[in-house]
């Protein structure tokens, strides 16, 4: 079950034996089923999650009432209300499984633990935590300078499982656009 997180770190940073009993000892292998909010605004986080299998995304709702996706997780990688759970602050995001997913969860305090006693775990936090600034800094560009058709492009080119795996309402709340203006842009690709 950790394979796929210790291959992850060896890419990025030399793993020694310590640190895989460390990684095994401290992300605990968790399912949960489709639809399942793992954790809800207005709590503080628990846990940043790795993706193993399955897809996930963050949402909040607006002042109407409607939810907005903000982040869509596909496998490997991290999720959690980032800036939430770093601050140990109440979140105002849900973090929800959208299909079946096998994750490896931390607690902030196990992670603290890990980062402060492992230069592997303290260099690829680092990494992690640059990867998310730059994405994040992207997907703000993407928003601000894209057509919504040019964004929807780049998100099949870039992440194609997705199509397969994700409500569409939820990949036209991520990319800033209502689902019939979604439908509109797929059926102008398909001619």
């Not at 605990?28 to 089923?33: G, I, K, L, N, T």
């Not at 995001?93 to 994750?103: A, D, G, H, Y």
């Given at each position: 079950m950790?394979?796929?997180?210790l291959?992850l770190i060896?890419?990025k940073?030399a793993?020694?034996?310590?640190?895989k009993?460390?990684?095994?000892?401290y992300f605990?292998?968790?399912?949960?089923?489709k639809?399942k909010?793992i954790e809800?605004e207005?709590?503080?986080?628990?846990?940043?999650?790795f993706?193993?299998?399955?897809?996930m995304?963050?949402f909040?709702y607006n002042?109407?009432?409607?939810e907005i996706?903000t982040?869509i997780?596909?496998?490997?990688?991290f999720?959690?209300?980032y800036?939430?759970?770093?601050?140990?602050t109440k979140s105002n995001?849900?973090?929800?499984?959208?299909?079946?997913?096998?994750?490896l969860r931390?607690?902030?305090?196990?992670l603290d633990f890990?980062?402060q006693?492992?230069?592997?775990?303290r260099d690829?936090?680092?990494?992690?935590?640059?990867?998310?600034?730059?994405y994040?800094e992207n997907?703000?560009?993407?928003?601000?300078t894209?057509t919504?058709e040019?964004?929807y492009k780049?998100l099949?080119?870039?992440?194609?499982q997705?199509?397969h795996?994700?409500?569409?309402q939820y990949i036209a709340?991520?990319l800033?656009m209502?689902?019939?203006?979604?439908?509109r842009?797929?059926?102008?690709m398909?001619?």
């Open positions: 950790h394979d796929q997180l291959n060896a890419t940073v793993l020694a034996d310590y640190d009993e460390l990684c095994e000892k605990e292998p968790v399912s949960f089923s639809n909010i809800q207005g709590i503080v986080p628990k846990y940043l999650y993706v193993v299998s399955g897809f995304r963050l909040h002042n109407s009432g409607d996706t982040h997780n596909c496998p490997p990688g999720i959690t209300s800036s939430h759970f770093i601050n140990f995001e849900n973090v929800e499984c959208i299909t079946e997913c096998v994750l931390i607690a902030k305090v196990d890990l980062v006693n492992s230069s592997v775990f690829f936090s680092t990494w992690v935590f640059q990867q998310s600034i730059t994040n997907r703000s560009k993407d928003l601000a894209l919504a040019q964004r780049k099949i080119n870039n992440y194609p997705i199509l795996n994700v409500p569409l709340s991520f800033g209502n689902p019939k203006s979604l439908s842009i797929r059926k102008q398909i001619k």
